[in-house]
């Protein structure tokens, strides 16, 4: 195990994940393991683990806190993530041996929605690097929309569709390498409020508000090509989320699949009527698909059956989501779903395996019914 967490190619995601291997392996065979503690906690990048997993959890252990050699790794650790982020490139001015971090990068594009007060439907995006907790603006849009869908295949962000007036087709993707907007092939169907998402290198547009159909864009081709019909209509808010092969969409509490090589729709079970909710965000993680509103569930595909998960800590609405990683986080959004409402700047985030939500940082969109990738 020490050959494995004190490799700086380690891919872990996040350094917690390194920190839990640890723990883990010592508490299998305590007696005869806890004398490798300190050796293997030299080897995980303290300094880089999430704030709030070394407040909840790191901190607590006492295993840790016992041994003279961890509680100095904790003391660095405290001492880093107390420093702000500005001076943080100069902690190890004093050393030659600077850890590697080994933390993936995540970045959230924020891209449409509307301004509470004004109703305004701005063009501006920003972009969220949760590792560092830093925004950044981009190019804006070409189109102004909000109510509009974004999904990310292979490395390139789509926003399509949306609301600006009217219902939208047109679609846009992102260019990284010139750092603007490009059109592409507009939908065959206007849509707003639809659900999204990429499966098996062809991008899915499904229903939206008073629709039901479905088209796939292949960017190989840049065309949209005609999908069979929801085996049910929508009356407001649609949404999209794939495991593997199998596309699973979601109104109202009715769910289906659909199987992208047999292409047909096939009906789930529907979700129990206290759980429903008109608004909600909707994704997916290994065999369940998780419904993100006032009250939030779980639909496990392989026993076909919904149950309750722990609420969000705010009440919000028109907020956005995103799984990254092992976790839910959860933007923006107002405290009203009318103009009387406040933005919400508190980023939450759900961890799937304790069913726990956090606030774990805060962040100034001011925008609401916009969508991220």
């Known amino acids: 195990i020490q050959d494995l967490v004190e490799d700086n190619k380690l891919s872990v995601a996040w350094e917690d994940n390194a920190y839990k291997a640890i723990i883990k392996w010592i508490k299998y065979d305590l007696t005869k393991r806890q004398g490798y503690l300190a050796n293997l906690m030299r080897h995980v990048r303290l300094t880089f683990v999430r704030t709030d997993f070394l407040r909840d959890h790191i901190l607590t252990e006492s295993m840790l806190t016992s041994d003279p050699q961890c509680s100095q790794f904790l003391i660095e650790a405290l001492r880093y993530q107390l420093t702000p982020l500005s001076q943080r490139s100069s902690f190890w001015s004093q050393t030659t041996n600077v850890p590697t971090n080994r933390n993936a990068t995540f970045h959230v594009l924020f891209a449409g929605g509307t301004h509470i007060k004004t109703g305004t439907e701005p063009r501006m995006c920003k972009v969220y690097d949760i590792t560092n907790n830093k925004m950044s603006p981009i190019s804006d849009m070409l189109d102004c929309r909000f109510g509009n869908s974004v999904i990310s295949l292979n490395g390139t962000v789509y926003s399509v569709g949306g609301y600006c007036g009217n219902e939208l087709r047109t679609a846009e993707y ?62 407001w808010c649609c949404r999209a989320a794939v495991i593997n092969h199998s596309i699973y969409s979601m109104c109202m509490g009715s769910c289906a699949r659909f199987d992208s090589r047999e292409g047909g729709w096939y009906n789930l079970i ?93 962040v100034e969109v001011k925008v609401r019914r916009g969508e991220l990738q």
């Open 174 to 235: 992102y260019d990284r390498i010139n750092k603007k907007w490009t059109y592409i092939k507009p939908m065959n169907t206007d849509r707003c409020n639809f659900g999204i998402c990429a499966c098996d290198n062809l991008i899915y547009a499904i229903g939206g508000h008073c629709c039901s159909s479905v088209e796939s864009y292949n960017p190989a081709t840049n065309k949209w090509y005609t999908c069979p019909n929801t085996p049910f209509p929508f009356s």
């Open 270 to 362: 529907e979700m129990p009527g206290r759980l429903r909710a008109a608004r909600f965000e909707f994704m997916s993680y290994e065999s369940s698909l998780f419904s993100i509103a006032q009250d939030c569930s779980r639909l496990d595909i392989r026993a076909n059956r919904w149950e309750a998960i722990s609420s969000m800590l705010s009440k919000r609405f028109d907020y956005s989501a995103a799984i990254i990683a092992d976790d839910i986080y959860v933007f923006g959004g107002a405290s009203k779903a009318d103009e009387d409402g406040e933005y919400i700047n508190s980023v939450e985030r759900y961890n799937i395996h304790n069913n726990q939500w956090t606030a774990v940082d805060s």
